[in-house]
């Protein structure tokens, strides 16, 4: 018999046509906000702006309260939107979603405000990698979480050595469905099987005290012959640079 997470985890169309709604109108919230910076602005003002517009195109309640961060805030997973306003060099760091008939959405998106320097390009375009070797493992109809997690960790661990067990402090993502966070999860020690059919978030980081961090987060459905990604805002280095 199959357990209930199990059974949950796995989407109709109905239920995917939902969350494929839910990220369409977080990528076009995501396209406002791009257009809505500008040096000097703050945290809480973009995160109340990302509310508005949800409300706006009818998605009235957001899968979790959205993170904007700006700067080193960009280290802590778990920054909520404050008065640090937005200046030159700064890396920012949006993650936010949508609900649609209950259906959730997530992603996450890295920037650079103006020119990055070497160290946070390099740090991009490492998570960035991360994040394309666990698609392709999963390309080649991988369903282990831990070899999942391990495909994208692997490559982190190996280029930032043991600190990087303090800098990806979260699995590799989680699945999404009527709530934010459920069944399965790609995590180091996690024994799911991943079913077809579920919609699964992809999304390495690196995070440096300090510093800042990078996260970059793709939703993507289990397919038989891999995956499909569900998002479609660019995310290579040069589309990263405002
Ligand atoms: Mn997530």
């Known amino acids: 018999m199959k357990l209930i997470h199990e059974v949950r985890a796995v989407k109709n169309k109905k239920e995917i046509a939902n969350i494929i709604t839910a990220q369409r109108i977080s990528e076009r919230v995501l396209g406002n906000v791009l257009k809505k910076l500008k040096s000097g602005v703050t945290e809480i003002t973009i995160a109340q702006f990302i509310t508005g517009k949800f409300a706006k195109y009818g998605a009235h309640i957001l899968s979790f309260p959205p993170i904007v961060s700006f ?118 020690k996690s024994d799911d099987i991943i079913p077809i059919g579920c919609v699964m978030t992809i999304e390495p980081g690196l995070y440096f005290k300090g510093f800042g961090g990078v996260r970059i987060e793709d939703m993507i459905l289990i397919t038989e012959t891999g995956y499909k990604n569900l998002t479609t805002t660019p995310k290579d280095i040069n589309s990263a640079i405002l």
């Open 71 to 188: 700067g080193k805030n960009t280290a802590n997973i778990h920054h909520e939107p404050n008065k640090t306003k937005l200046k030159k060099g700064d890396i920012v760091m949006f993650d936010f979603g949508c609900t649609i008939n209950h259906y959730c959405s997530d992603m996450t998106r890295t920037y650079f405000w103006g020119e990055p320097n070497t160290r946070q390009k390099e740090i991009y375009i490492d998570v960035l990698k991360a994040q394309e070797l666990a698609l392709k493992k999963i390309s080649t109809k991988e369903r282990r979480a831990k070899i999942i997690d391990k495909a994208a960790r692997g490559f982190l661990d190996k280029k930032y050595g043991k600190k990087n067990k303090k800098n990806f402090l979260h699995g590799l993502g989680h699945g999404v469905g009527t709530v934010i966070h459920e069944w399965p999860n790609f995590k180091p």
